[in-house]
């Protein structure tokens, strides 16, 4: 049995069509919270001066941060510190302070999301 040009041609184009690889894409991997949570949080800007640390920390938003100043010293015998913990309410900004006897290595916030 002889297959017609026509037919032969359509064979052809229909298996090059399978053989293709068909494009994938990427899937963002869902994690953590969903995208509907509004933003929170304090932004914070620190500050060092010799051996002296100041954070100003502002929360924009309508749920109250926890936020706690901590202190890596540079020298092993100096005492790192982490700050007691301050409530930033919304639309209020809080200083917190501290130091080391000589010179500061790092310095961070940590932040509780706390309710209204």
Same mark, same amino acid.
């Given at each position: 049995?002889?297959?017609?040009?026509?037919?032969?041609?359509?064979?052809?184009?229909?298996?090059?069509?399978?053989?293709?690889?068909?494009?994938? +894409?990427?899937? %963002?991997?869902?994690?953590?919270? $969903?995208?509907? !949570?509004?933003?929170?949080?304090?932004? =914070?800007?620190?500050? *060092?001066?010799?051996?002296?640390?100041?954070?100003?920390?502002?929360?924009?938003?309508?749920?109250?941060?926890?936020?706690?100043?901590?202190?890596?010293?540079?020298?092993?015998?100096?005492?790192? +510190?982490?700050? %007691?913990?301050?409530?930033?309410? $919304?639309?209020? !900004?809080?200083?917190?302070?501290?130091? =080391?006897?000589?010179? *500061?290595?790092?310095?961070?916030?940590?932040?509780?999301?706390?309710?209204?």
């Amino acid at each position: 049995m002889r297959i017609s040009r026509g037919m032969a041609s359509a064979t052809l184009a229909v298996a090059l069509v399978l053989s293709t690889p068909l494009p994938t +894409t990427a899937h %963002a991997r869902v994690t953590g919270e $969903p995208r509907d !949570t509004p933003p929170s949080g304090a932004e =914070c800007r620190i500050g *060092v001066d010799g051996s002296r640390v100041t954070a100003r920390c502002h929360n924009p938003y309508p749920q109250t941060d926890r936020v706690r100043l901590h202190i890596e010293c540079e020298r092993w015998w100096d005492l790192d +510190t982490d700050g %007691a913990h301050a409530d930033v309410r $919304p639309a209020t !900004t809080v200083r917190l302070t501290g130091r =080391c006897w000589k010179e *500061v290595d790092s310095v961070w916030i940590t932040h509780e999301s706390r309710g209204s």
